[in-house]
């Protein structure tokens, strides 16, 4: 069921204040009010409006210093000012700070309901499906993502997503998955790069009982585990050559031959697949199939890095906070607002998952209810590059790993694709999926 909208109403005139507030209620929103800018803040640090609607003129701080305050300390949420005094200059400096809109006393109620509707499009992109709820973001970006994947949902193509690590890859699969007429079928993912190349092909295809040593009873694999359902391949970059082989016959003719099989069995399954690795750049190297990239990419939904979205951060950080409070006993209950506007400004290397962690920290080790600045200033400055993935760490060694072998054979591919144990075209795929060109320690080597 869709939640109804919060909204802060902000003005000094208390008679005016319950009577816009009951208006708005009676228009199906949920209100709280505030008689003065300072209440408004005090009351913004124990709840988040989806919106705020203030009075321009009050005595203390007046409407634009309280919209200074929420731009500084609650980035992106949208701001609505009015005024009995309204003129040309007041609505003037009233939009070139920022405020989402600006409306005269007497309010009219139908400038009033559009203008709530359209600062709502923004901080609500994701609220009018239950499906979207699981992405917090108030981000045009993300919006338009949103919107994209909404229209993608339904058909029954294959989508790849793509956008540096930790950035949402998998929960946007989950998103896909759920707002599809498959939701009521399995969603199974599987790291493509987190296994040998056996153990992979078992897991995608399944195999039989007896068809490898160890296999000592039949495995179904995703591709029929998922049945009916959707199956995300996450790191489908790092897939082998052969592997590639096998995943583009079985997309292409619908079916699978588990190892050991002598026969293959029909499959009916969405396939999603996500890669933070450039793929255009791995097909023109060779590493990657044309066909098999043209089959996974009929769709593509290139998720932001988290600094591209900066107004998020707040509202993911103060998620995070909520699903850790649920979970476990604390005391933390908030952050002070100098650390939000810390949180919004970092560099987030490790995007979404490198904020999540950098919460889970700052909760486990607050001394007070409320998390402040110099505490998240030491654990960012203690994070520095995130903690790398798995596949990040393997193509890290892979990369020393070459650059030490041809240092030794002097670059002498034959010789350093001989001590690998591999033949010279994978050796070179290596090489080129890494940057490396081999003439460079044949030079060194003559000096």
Same mark, same amino acid.
């Given at each position: ?295 996974? $990419? *009929? ?5 932001? +890095?988290?600094?591209? !979205?900066?107004?998020?951060?707040? &509202? =993911?950080? /103060? @998620? ?91 670059? $002498? *591919? ?5 001590? +690998?144990?591999?033949? !010279?075209?994978?050796?070179?795929? &290596? =090489?080129? /999926? @890494? ?13």
């Amino acid at each position: 069921m869709k939640r109804k909208a919060r909204i802060l109403l902000v003005d000094d005139d208390v008679s005016l204040l319950k009577l816009l507030g009951l208006r708005l209620k009676s228009e199906g929103f949920e209100v709280s009010t505030a008689a003065s800018g300072a209440e408004a803040l005090e009351w913004l640090e124990q709840e988040r409006p989806d919106m705020v609607l203030s009075d321009l003129r009050m005595d203390g701080m007046d409407g634009l210093a309280l919209f200074d305050r929420i731009q500084r300390q609650h980035v992106g949420l949208p701001v609505v000012i009015m005024t009995a005094h309204g003129s040309i200059t007041d609505a003037v400096t009233a939009t070139r700070s920022g405020v989402f809109g600006f409306l005269t006393k007497p309010i009219d109620k139908e400038a009033l309901r559009q203008t709530i509707n359209q600062a709502l499009s923004v901080s609500l992109p994701a609220m009018e499906d239950e499906w979207q709820q699981s992405i917090m973001t108030r981000s045009p970006t993300m919006v338009a993502l949103l919107e994209q994947a909404r229209r993608m949902a339904p058909l029954d193509i294959s989508v790849m997503l793509t956008g540096p690590s930790g950035s949402g890859k998998a929960l946007m699969a989950e998103v896909l998955h759920y707002a599809s007429p498959r939701r009521d079928y399995p969603f199974i993912s599987l790291n493509c790069g987190a296994m040998t190349e056996q153990l992979l092909e078992s897991e995608l295809f399944g195999h039989v009982k007896g068809s490898f040593e160890g296999a000592v009873s039949d495995h179904p694999g995703v591709f029929l585990t998922a049945e009916g359902g959707t199956l995300l391949l996450e790191e489908v970059g790092e897939l082998s050559s052969s592997l590639q082989i096998k995943l583009l016959r079985a997309l292409e003719q619908q079916q699978v031959r588990p190892l050991g099989a002598t026969r293959s069995i029909k499959t009916d399954v969405r396939v999603l697949s996500s890669t933070n690795r450039d793929l255009v750049s791995a097909m023109e190297q060779g590493i990657f199939r044309d066909d098999l990239f043209y089959r996974l $990419n *009929v769709v593509n939904l290139n998720l932001p +890095a988290l600094q591209q !979205r900066p107004e998020d951060i707040p &509202l =993911l950080a /103060r @998620h995070a906070l909520d699903r850790l409070r649920q979970r476990q006993q604390t005391q933390v209950t908030g952050f002070a607002p100098e650390a939000l506007s810390m949180l919004a400004t970092a560099s987030w290397p490790g995007n979404v998952r490198q904020l999540l962690n950098v919460v889970e920290q700052a909760v486990a080790l607050a001394s007070a209810p409320v998390i402040g600045p110099q505490l998240l200033e030491g654990i960012l400055a203690g994070s520095g590059e995130p903690f790398p993935t798995f596949n990040e760490a393997r193509a890290e060694f892979e990369r020393l790993y070459l650059h030490k072998i041809l240092r030794m054979t002097e670059g $002498n *591919v034959s010789q350093a694709a001989g001590l +690998a144990g591999r033949n !010279r075209t994978d050796f070179y795929k &290596l =090489l080129n /999926r @890494h940057g490396i060109e081999a003439g460079t320690y044949k030079e060194k080597g003559k000096g």
